[in-house]
């Protein structure tokens, strides 16, 4: 049996690493990694870093596909109400690769209790419906570990904190510009990466015309409208609701696999 981290390219999944690579017999431990080919490069350049730090490699899992290449397949545009990009390129992905038996670790905080538990009964509708059962563990609720303790231990390791930390980000995934996300990270993506909003806004009008129906990332609105309505200085409203919900680092826990 194996314990397999969910390695989502954070802090948080990082440390927790660390924590299993001290707990557990090394040679049962596989660090999995998901690559959605929509990540920003310096979340590679954490990974090397935690593989020379733990002197442990990183299992590197693919789907193959970019979610623009399956929005295409899907006919659709994924979006928070319908993040079918997350359960097939990390759900889907992770839930064939463990073995009856496995322990799954998760970088889940005592302040995600809702999401541990989301998580929890994903794996048991999995395994009522597929045999297949694993032992759920999150190590930064069972020892209390606080985000201050994660960044001291990077600090002390001497790896450099991902990048789009550094500019404002709250998590490290699909380079800023994950469909899930509320509307003040998109105009601090605008603001920081604007070469990542312009190809997720290419990405948006290319499947709207491709399907020749009037869909976007949010609610409301493209995000070419958006755009401009920030580039011309417009008042902007923000729902608190739809702006803090989705800054956590991504799992692929989104669904429960169909």
Request: glycine residues 6%; aromatic residues 6%.
């Given at each position: 049996m194996s314990i397999i981290v969910a390695i989502s390219g954070g802090t948080a999944s990082g440390y927790c690493s660390k924590w299993v690579l001290e707990n557990y017999l090394n040679e049962e431990v596989i660090l999995y990694f998901n690559d959605t080919k929509w990540e920003h490069p310096d979340l590679y350049r954490f990974l090397e870093d935690l593989e020379k730090e733990f002197h442990h490699s990183i299992l590197w899992d693919s789907d193959g596909r970019s979610p623009e290449q399956l929005f295409y397949d899907h006919h659709a545009l994924a979006n928070d109400r319908m993040?079918?990009?997350?359960?097939?390129?990390?759900?889907?992905?992770l839930q064939k690769f463990y073995k009856?038996?496995?322990?799954?670790v998760f970088g889940i905080g005592a302040d995600e209790l809702h999401r541990a538990r989301r998580i929890v009964s994903v794996y048991q509708v999995l395994a009522a419906k597929t045999g297949k059962y694993a032992n759920i563990v999150f190590p930064l609720i069972t020892q209390n570990v606080s985000r201050e303790q994660v960044n001291k231990f990077f600090i002390d390791a001497g790896i450099k904190i991902p990048a789009l930390y550094q500019l404002g980000f709250s998590h490290n995934n699909c380079s800023g510009g994950c469909v899930r996300a509320g509307k003040k990270q998109w105009k601090l993506l605008l603001e920081k990466l604007p070469e990542v909003y312009a190809d997720r806004e290419r990405v948006e009008e290319e499947i709207r015309k491709y399907l020749e129906k009037d869909i976007h990332f949010f609610k409301d609105e493209t995000l070419k409208h958006f755009r401009e309505r920030i580039l011309q200085k417009l008042q902007i409203d923000f729902d608190p609701k739809d702006d803090n919900e989705n800054e956590v680092e991504c799992v692929g826990i989104c669904d429960t696999q169909s």
């Open positions: 993040p079918f990009c997350s359960r097939e390129l990390k759900a889907k992905r009856n038996g496995d322990t799954l």
